[in-house]
């Protein structure tokens, strides 16, 4: 068993098992990858202010999202395609994360069901919706959610039409994977993999293939994603899905201090500042150097996470002490499912956990909910200058 100290070493497994295609996909953001890097080296730019002779004992790191009782702050991130990162990703990572005590967040475009994870886990979880332009599909989706007794729905507003990312065209990224000369010298190298996929559950998108008229197939399906992303969703649309939700609704890809106010204004328990882990619009400030002027923004009207770039405690420790509710990860749980499954997952929190309980007592906090600006060294220009 290999000693994982941080989450580094999960991706450099998770890199030697996963089939390149995937980790390509996971390890990519769209056009120059600016954003995608970004997101990442800006938490650098915010330090930390050391506190002594501070009584650190009985430190927590519990705290709540949506009124939800949380072990930490951080949820499970949707995430397209995880049941091809590991064979029944999304069941896997949905355990992992009930028995942990976050929130574990299933994607329209996973490979598991929704009712393969309510199944599973026998635990509610949040539902994330791309909404289609087939209105009845989004209708029966959102059904199907509720039936399962998913706690949130997460309507992500980033995606209406798709980021380019360069190595999903050259790769010919597809689930599951097509045949290629390429694919398969690749995948010889992957005998764990493949032999876990071979016993999986699913291999193809579960929310969608048998639940629309005329997809039966990966092929077909994949025509039918390209042409049914719907690029008319509006402010309207959106309070149209919150009503026919009826329950807790979290808005997700905002960036920008005026979508912020409108979420908020709309109703929303909770906004998740974001840009797609860097996969949309190349190009966008990161989610932590916007953070603040959002917050500032929506004045505790929603609660506000955020997500893209956290790969530590010490990064979930900075959103925090900035302000925020909460925060998602995206690619830290995949790479500790790709290189060790549902332990993979687990080890993911526990080394995130450890690091901000680690940082909270040397910061001389003993409650996540008590960080605040006086944690940080934040550069003045932080913000950015940036002329509008
Ligand atoms: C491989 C991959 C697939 C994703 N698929 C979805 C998705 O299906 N729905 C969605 O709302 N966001 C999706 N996202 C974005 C994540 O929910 C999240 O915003 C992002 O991963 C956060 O950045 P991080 O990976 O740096 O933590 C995906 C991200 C990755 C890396």
Redesign the pocket.
Known sequence: MPVITNIEDLKRIYHRRVPRMFYD??ESGSWTEQTFRD?VSDFDQIRLRQRVAVDMSGRSTASQMIGQDVTMPVAL?????TGMQHADGEMKAAKAAHDFGVPFTL???SINSIEDVAEYTRQPFWF?L?TMKDEDYVRRLIQRAKDARCSAL?I?LD?QILGQRHKDLKNGLSAPPKLTPATIANLATKWRWGIGMLGAKRRHFGNIVGHVKGVSDASQLGAWTAEQFDPTLDWGKIEKLMEQWGGKVIL??ILDAEDAKMAAKLGADAI?V?N????QLDGALSSIRVLPEILDAVGGDTEVFL????RSGQDVLKAMALGANGT?????F?YGLGAMGQQGVTTALEVIQRELDTTMALCGERKVTELGRHNLLVPEDFGGRWQG
């Open positions: 996909y996971c997101n991130a949707p995430v397209g395609l994607s329209t475009m994330q791309y997460v992500t995606l997700k890809g998740v974001s797609h882990g860097g996969r997500d893209s770039g956290i998602m990860i995206g690619r830290a995949v």
